[in-house]
């Protein structure tokens, strides 16, 4: 267990793995599940006030329609890691993701935020409102 003090947490994230006594591309007739669990800081370090700077991705999804977006899936990430490279070089702490099927350049209004590199993200709008991408995308 972490030691108690500000922005130290313990991270827990439950796995499913098969477990089947196969090798091959076949469902597992067998599961375990695991918890990886460990201390750990900010995922922003030094980014709790503020905000973040986000480099709004425009050509690169973070998860396409129908596919695992909708679960934690360890390959859910992979995708991420090269755009993301790319947006810290440019000074950027992470990328916001659109859905681009409605995303056209020049209406920025009418396009969908999905998410960003890996998390969920929520906005507070000058009305003081805040605000989730919905949760029903398929």
């Known amino acids: 267990i972490p030691p108690c003090g500000d922005g130290v947490k313990l991270y827990v994230r439950p796995m499913l793995l098969g477990s089947g006594q196969q090798l091959g591309l076949y469902p597992s007739p067998q599961f375990s599940m695991l918890f990886f669990v460990s201390p750990t800081g900010n995922y922003f370090k030094g980014k709790a006030v503020g905000g973040l700077k986000l480099h709004l991705e425009t050509n690169r999804s973070r998860a396409a329609r129908g596919g695992l977006g ?7 990430y ?3 890691l090269k755009p993301l490279m790319d947006a810290k070089k440019e000074g950027f702490d992470d990328n916001l993701y659109l859905e681009l099927d409605t995303y056209a350049e020049g209406k920025i209004e009418e396009a969908i935020i999905q998410e960003l590199s890996a998390a969920n993200i929520f906005l507070v709008l000058k009305t003081g409102e805040i605000v989730t991408p919905s949760l029903d995308r398929k």
């Not at 909708?70 to 859910?76: D, F, I, L, M, R």
């Open 70 to 76: 909708s679960v934690k899936c360890s390959g859910n």
């Open 78 to 80: 992979a995708v991420t």
